[in-house]
C-alpha cells in the first residue's frame, strides 16, 4: 500500500506500487511493503522516536518484526520524505518522481538486509546493479559517496542520516 499525503506529479500510488513489486522481485525480497510518503517534519519525529536522532533523513525502513515476518505477510514498511525528495530533485536535476523510486529503492534494500553503514560496498554494489535494471538515475549511495569512496571500494564508509529503524513494540 501506497499513502501519499502530498500529491506528486507523474507518480500516482499505483505507478509507485508496480515500482515496488518490480524492485522486490529484482532483489528477491518476499512480502508487501508499505510505503508513506510524508513530510520532513513527520520523518524528523520517526527517526527521533525509532533512532534517537532529531532530524529529518529522507527515508526510513521499518522491517517487521519476527513474529509478523513471512512470506505472505510484511516485507516491512518505508517512509519517505517529500520535502528532501523535492529538495534532491530539484537540485540533481531530475523529477520528484524518480527521486522518490530512488529513495525506495534505498529503503527496499535496507527491508531485504543491506546495511552500507556496515557492509563493505555490497548495499552500494546492489543499489547501482537495481538502479540500472530499474532505469533510474543515479543511486542514493553512490551519489552522497565521493568518487573512489571507501564504501564503493569495499570498505566500510559510515553514514548517520540513513538507517533502518527498529520495530516499534508497542
Known amino acids: 500500500m501506497v499513502i501519499?499525503?502530498?500529491?506528486?506529479?507523474g507518480l500516482t500510488s499505483a505507478t509507485l506500487e508496480r515500482f515496488v513489486l518490480r524492485a522486490k522481485r529484482a532483489i528477491g525480497l518476499p512480502g508487501t511493503i508499505n510505503v508513506?510518503?510524508?513530510?520532513?517534519?513527520?520523518?524528523?519525529?520517526?527517526?527521533?522516536?525509532?533512532?534517537?536522532?532529531?532530524?529529518?533523513?529522507?527515508?526510513?525502513?521499518?522491517?517487521?518484526?519476527?513474529?509478523?515476518?513471512?512470506?505472505?505477510?510484511a516485507a516491512g514498511e518505508l517512509a519517505v520524505s517529500y520535502d528532501i525528495a523535492k529538495s534532491n530533485a530539484r537540485r540533481l536535476g531530475h523529477s520528484l518522481a524518480a527521486e522518490i523510486k530512488i529513495l525506495v529503492l534505498?529503503?527496499?534494500?535496507?527491508?531485504?538486509?543491506?546495511?552500507?553503514?556496515?557492509?563493505?560496498?555490497?548495499?552500494?554494489?546492489?543499489?547501482?546493479?537495481?538502479?540500472?535494471?530499474?532505469?533510474?538515475?543515479?543511486?542514493?549511495?553512490?551519489?552522497?559517496?565521493?568518487?573512489?569512496?571507501?564504501?564503493?571500494?569495499r570498505k566500510t564508509r559510515r553514514r548517520s542520516d540513513l538507517a533502518i529503524a527498529p520495530r516499534s513494540t508497542s
Open 4 to 9: 501519499y499525503q502530498k500529491k506528486i506529479a
Open 36 to 73: 508513506l510518503v510524508t513530510s520532513s517534519r513527520e520523518l524528523q519525529s520517526l527517526n527521533r522516536r525509532f533512532r534517537g536522532k532529531d532530524k529529518p533523513t529522507d527515508v526510513l525502513s521499518f522491517p517487521p518484526s519476527p513474529e509478523r515476518h513471512s512470506a505472505r505477510q
Open 106 to 153: 534505498h529503503g527496499i534494500l535496507h527491508l531485504a538486509g543491506f546495511d552500507h553503514e556496515q557492509d563493505n560496498g555490497e548495499m552500494a554494489r546492489e543499489e547501482i546493479r537495481l538502479r540500472r535494471k530499474l532505469k533510474l538515475q543515479v543511486g542514493l549511495i553512490e551519489r552522497t559517496e565521493p568518487p573512489g569512496s571507501r564504501s564503493l571500494n
